[in-house]
């Protein structure tokens, strides 16, 4: 049976960064906006937080059973090292996805958003076919394309809608930099995991483009956030401390575009998700001082 600090490493938590940048990037944004609610924004987090324990949960179990984990370098595969039964890491996904699931429709009854309800949904099916059920997308190169989506525009709009009503241009700017972060994550976790996912036919969208291809869009999401944030200022311009967040993420760029590979990527990846957590935390920042300065 696992240990209790299995099951945590289990849910990785170093990834979790990934869910409080938005919710703190969309808040921001709500204070800018003069209508911003700490109940919801709390709210916001839960189901972001809960949301990202399901998915690393159910991309666990998902993988455990194909063999996907059998050799890995990487966090505590929990079916995959035979710590824990696949029905339980089964399980401990879906009570995430529930929890995420009450604390998502108490948010859209406070704000009376009921139509929010089939994004929530979508966003809880989303997470399970990552890679659960027969064609999962996540072994088609699409892994990416979920995480901008669910962690970058719906988390961050989401969070600022629920307490505004509605969404400026900045905002926007802000959630696709916040998206980028988030998948430059995701891009430095898949470019360790190429040999071992090529091996078992995982076709992320490391595998499909190459050591060298990978790097170079590792790079390009960096730039992507940077363009985002300048954009973002051009209405909010203390948004520009987000730059200090793409900053951070050097370090972990360096190490990638000099070859760095398998194990050696463990510190660019966590550095890289930390950096995605500062430039949510300094945008929504530079939106709250623009609040005060207004």
């Not at 960064?17 to 703190?24: D, H, R, W």
């Amino acid at each position: 049976m696992a240990t209790l600090n299995q099951w945590v490493q289990g849910a990785r938590p170093r990834t979790l960064p990934l869910a409080v940048a938005p919710v703190v990037a969309g808040t921001g944004a709500a204070y800018a906006l003069r209508h911003a609610n700490p109940t919801y924004a709390v709210l916001a987090l839960l189901v972001a937080v809960s949301l990202q324990i399901g998915v690393n949960y159910a991309n666990d179990y998902s993988d455990g059973i194909r063999g996907t984990d059998d050799e890995r370098v990487g966090p505590v595969r929990l079916v995959g090292q035979r710590l824990a039964t696949a029905g339980n890491v089964k399980l401990a996904a879906f009570m995430a996805f529930g929890f995420a699931a009450l604390c998502g429709l108490a948010l859209v009854a406070l704000a009376n958003q009921f139509w929010l309800l089939l994004i929530g949904v979508l966003a809880i099916v989303a997470a399970w076919k990552y890679t659960g059920g027969k064609h999962p997308y996540g072994y088609l190169g699409l892994g990416e394309l979920f995480v901008f989506v669910f962690f970058g525009l719906v988390a961050t709009l989401g969070t600022t809608y629920t307490q505004v009503g509605h969404v400026e241009s900045a905002t926007w700017a802000a959630a696709v930099g916040v998206g980028a972060m988030a998948c430059a994550v995701l891009v430095a976790n898949n470019l360790r995991d190429i040999p071992g996912d090529r091996e078992v036919g995982k076709r992320t969208l490391a595998v499909r483009m190459g050591e060298h291809g990978t790097a170079v869009f590792y790079v390009f999401l960096l730039c992507v956030a940077l363009a985002a944030t300048i954009f973002a200022a051009h209405t909010r311009t203390w948004t520009l401390l987000g730059i200090l967040g793409v900053g951070a993420a050097v370090p972990s760029m360096l190490l990638i575009v000099r070859g760095t590979r398998g194990r050696a990527l463990i510190p660019a990846i966590a550095g890289t998700s930390l950096a995605a957590l500062g430039y949510g935390v300094l945008l929504g920042l530079g939106f709250y001082l623009d609040y005060l300065v207004g």
